[in-house]
């Protein structure tokens, strides 16, 4: 079964979803579900913690579904220090292909977990923010919610 619910944040509804055992996805926007099982309630709970500053890192087994690139990356991704920032590039080639920049681009903006698998902290190679599926001012909050953290 897939429990969905979707919880208030300082960057507005977050909806998740999960089975029994993995977080599936974590979305922007309210889909008006609200049917939460306890790996759901956890991550709330998580997800409190991260935005008051408390919380550096989720512990919360995640489940995305994706091509084996597209896990490969998002992987990487996880490896992201909590307040640190990569390039585009720079995830390229920790998944072993270093002019796959494109691609990598392709599998943040295709990230089924947003936050827990954290694609809001890939900048592009000048440094500057690109797109996040929550909007550029959401990134930018995270972002700035984890640098003053550190």
């Not at 974590?26 to 991550?43: C, M, Q, R, S, V």
């Not at 080639?93 to 691609?103: F, I, T």
């Not at 903006?109 to 599926?133: F, M, W």
Request: net charge negative; charged share 25%; proline share 5%.
């Amino acid at each position: 079964m897939i429990y969905s619910y979707t919880t208030d944040s300082p960057v507005g509804a977050l909806t998740l979803c999960a089975d029994d055992e993995f977080i599936t996805e974590l979305y922007f926007g309210d889909d008006g579900k609200t049917e939460p099982n306890g790996l759901i309630l956890k991550a709330v709970q998580e997800l409190d913690e991260y935005f008051s500053g408390s919380r550096r890192s989720f512990d919360l087994p995640l489940s995305p579904q994706g091509t084996e690139f597209q896990r490969r990356v998002w992987k990487a991704l996880c490896d992201i220090p909590y307040g640190d920032t990569r390039t585009y590039g720079e995830i390229a080639a920790a998944v072993g292909n270093g002019r796959a920049c494109r691609a990598v681009g392709m599998a943040n903006n295709r990230n089924p977990i947003a936050i827990l698998i954290p694609c809001h902290r890939v900048i592009g190679a000048d440094g500057k923010l690109t797109g996040y599926a929550g909007g550029l001012q959401t990134k930018e909050f995270l972002l700035c919610l984890e640098h003053k953290n550190t």
